[in-house]
């Protein structure tokens, strides 16, 4: 619970009106969801966001790096993601192409 609410806080403190001082206190590596996209829910240890398909390999590339950031408190360990993408989140596959 602690990891996904900081790798949220570290996607969207900009949108929560968050100082990024503050933020990186919290989070090791902070980088900001890419607009127009946008986290709509977070369910357990799974976020689900919508995003123009011009946009996906950008914010995938942002979800990645953010999420599986070294965690100090994990004593450095990192916890892999999977990414699947759809036109809804019952329609989603396992994404096969670029993360940027």
Excluded at 12 to 22: C, F, K, Q, T
Excluded at 70 to 76: Q, R, S, T, Y
């Amino acid at each position: 619970a602690d990891v996904i609410l900081r790798a949220m806080l570290g996607l969207m403190y900009e949108r929560i009106g968050w100082p990024l001082d503050l933020v990186q206190k919290i989070v090791p590596y902070v980088e900001p969801l890419p607009k127009p996209a946008n986290l709509l829910i977070q369910v357990h240890d799974s976020l689900v966001l919508e995003a123009p398909d011009a946009i996906i390999p950008e914010v995938l590339g942002v979800l990645k790096r953010t999420m599986e950031q070294a965690w100090p408190e994990l004593g450095g360990f990192s916890l892999p993601i999977g990414i699947a993408v759809g036109p809804s989140w019952g329609e989603c596959e396992p994404y096969k192409g670029v993360i940027l």
